[in-house]
Nanobody, 123 residues
Framework: QVQLVDSGGGLVQTGDSLRLSCEISGRIFGTYAVGWFRQAPGKEREFVAG????????SYTDSVKGRFTISQDIAENKMYLQMNSLKPDDTGLYYC????????????????WGQGTQVTVAS
């Protein structure tokens, strides 16, 4: 069983930066994938960034490329999302998620979810 606790959200201004954290407990294997998703009011949850726990594969949704960076600390079992140059369109509830493989994660077939952390970007 894997448990995720995400944190780090807040209210910021356009152009500001935030770093989200996801603390992972339980057994996680190199073939697992971890990532970040977000859900804006009235919209479906969307994939933001993801990578295999081994670090071999990484991907981002087009709208955050060049601004967001996903990373992990394997020794600490933590995952991060560094978000720079934030825009109002980045506003939403951000969730960390984990899946047993990368294909499932990218398809949003997430096996374990964090509870969500709110990011609000004011214009």
């Amino acid at each position: 069983q894997v448990q995720l606790v995400d944190s780090g959200g807040g209210l910021v201004q356009t152009g500001d930066s935030l770093r989200l954290s996801c603390e992972i407990s339980g057994r996680i294997f190199g073939t697992y994938a971890v990532g970040w998703f977000r859900q804006a009011p009235g919209k479906e949850r969307e994939f933001v960034a993801g990578r295999t726990w081994s670090g071999r594969s990484t991907s981002y949704t087009d709208s955050v490329k060049g601004r967001f960076t996903i990373s992990q600390d394997i020794a600490e079992n933590k995952m991060y999302l560094q978000m720079n140059s934030l825009k109002p369109d980045d506003t939403g509830l951000y969730y960390c998620g984990a899946a047993v493989d990368y294909t499932r994660l990218i398809a949003k077939r997430v096996d374990w979810w964090g509870q969500g952390t709110q990011v609000t970007v004011a214009s």
